[in-house]
């Protein structure tokens, strides 16, 4: 069964500052997917960025990137140039790659607060 | 864009009684997940269904059940309602598309918060 492990409850920074979240996991497979959700105050969660395990390449997505080590089995998120629109909770999410088994096992959330 | 909505935002009920929450997706989406969401647990997985009239089991499906009918609407029912079941409940859609596609992943409604008194 797979883990995911993020270890920051709460977290703020200063508007326009760089902000790193942390996510590590376990798993005995060697492909599978990672994500990051974002759960603004009282909306919808939204995927912000998503990782195949295949690529060694780090996903961006505008301001948002990933630093993906694999052996180490971690998973952090960057936002750079922080705004007040990503205050959200924070979710790491763990998904297997193949058909059948549909399953995403999720991290215990980060609550980011930018502070004006 | 993808829409997932759910029949409340807030519901408020009473020990024992039965609950119903709706979900209803408009994409055509094989598989479909209610979680139940509580601060320092994350999300976790109660039942999920990727056909109709097929389930599956998630993390913790104790005191639930829940129906497939049609492909767009999967309903999660509290039998009995108990105190330890107040919670956020989220339901999500995914559809079994290619995991090539960037866009691939669960898509989530807005979710109900519900209190058992």
């Known amino acids: 069964a797979q883990t995911v492990t993020q270890s920051q409850p709460e977290m703020s920074v200063q508007e326009a500052e760089t902000v790193t979240l942390s996510c590590t996991y376990d798993?005995?497979?060697?492909?599978?997917?990672l994500f990051w959700y974002k759960q603004p105050p009282s909306r919808q969660m939204i995927l912000v960025i998503r990782?195949?395990?295949?690529?060694?390449q780090n996903a961006t997505e505008n301001r948002f990137s990933v630093n993906f080590q694999k052996a180490a089995k971690s998973f952090s998120l960057k936002i750079s140039d922080s705004q007040l629109g990503d205050t959200a909770m924070y979710f790491c999410?763990?998904?297997?790659?193949?058909?059948?088994?549909?399953?995403?096992?999720f991290g215990t959330g980060t609550r980011l607060t930018i502070i004006p | 864009d993808v829409k997932v909505t759910q029949s409340s935002r807030y519901l408020v009920k009473r020990t024992g009684e039965k609950v119903f929450l709706e979900c209803v997706q408009d994409?055509?989406?094989?598989?479909m997940f209610w979680y139940r969401q509580d601060p320092g647990l994350g999300l976790r997985l109660i039942y999920f269904?990727?056909?109709?009239?097929?389930?599956e089991k998630g993390d913790i499906p104790e005191g639930y059940s829940v129906s497939r009918e049609k492909k767009e609407r999967f309903s999660l029912i509290l039998e009995s309602a108990s105190t330890n079941q107040t919670s956020m409940y989220l339901c999500?859609?995914?559809?079994?598309?290619?995991?090539?596609?960037?866009?691939?992943?669960?898509?989530f409604g807005p979710g109900t918060r519900l209190t058992v008194l």
């Open positions: 999500a859609s995914r559809g079994t598309g290619i995991r090539l596609d960037p866009t691939d992943t669960q898509y």
């Open positions: 798993t005995s497979e060697n492909n599978y997917y």
């Open positions: 990782q195949e395990a295949y690529k060694q």
């Open positions: 999410a763990f998904g297997p790659n193949y058909f059948g088994n549909e399953k995403l096992t």
């Open positions: 994409m055509d989406h094989e598989n």
């Open positions: 269904s990727y056909d109709v009239k097929m389930k």
